[in-house]
């Protein structure tokens, strides 16, 4: 199967920054969406970031400006920078990625998700 672990979470102040990682591994033969969603207490999962294989991204309008995705295929991690935090930026950062991998001879389609990273702004 394919883990995704993130990191670089935490506790900064209103209008820090913090750089969260996301690594993907296993037999992957192919990653092809790399996301960020993020989860507030008592609020459902909502979309952060996403970036394509082509690199194409796509961000929530609340962080447009502010948080920027990347990704480097040959480490098969994305990266979200983000800037300017915000109180209402608190909540558990998910990654998520997708594409296929090696099943033995058999080459199948996955999605996985990381088990979240906390990350806290507060003065």
């Known amino acids: 199967q394919v883990q995704v672990v993130e990191s670089g979470g935490g506790l900064v102040q209103p209008g820090g920054s913090l750089r969260l990682s996301c690594a993907a591994s296993?037999?992957?033969?192919?990653?092809?969406?790399m996301g960020w969603y993020r989860q507030a207490p008592g609020k459902q999962r909502e979309l952060v970031a996403t970036i394509t294989s082509g690199g194409r991204v796509d961000y929530a309008d609340s962080v447009k400006g502010r948080f920027t995705i990347s990704r480097d295929n040959n480490k098969k991690t994305a990266y979200l920078q983000m800037n300017s935090l915000k109180p209402e930026d608190t909540a558990v950062y998910y990654c998520?990625?997708?594409?296929?991998?090696?099943?033995?001879?058999?080459?199948?389609?996955?999605?996985?998700w990381g088990q979240g990273t906390q990350i806290a702004v507060t003065s």
């Open positions: 998520t990625t997708d594409g296929r991998w090696r099943d033995g001879r058999v080459n199948r389609p996955f999605g996985s």
């Open positions: 296993g037999r992957i033969i192919s990653i092809s969406g």
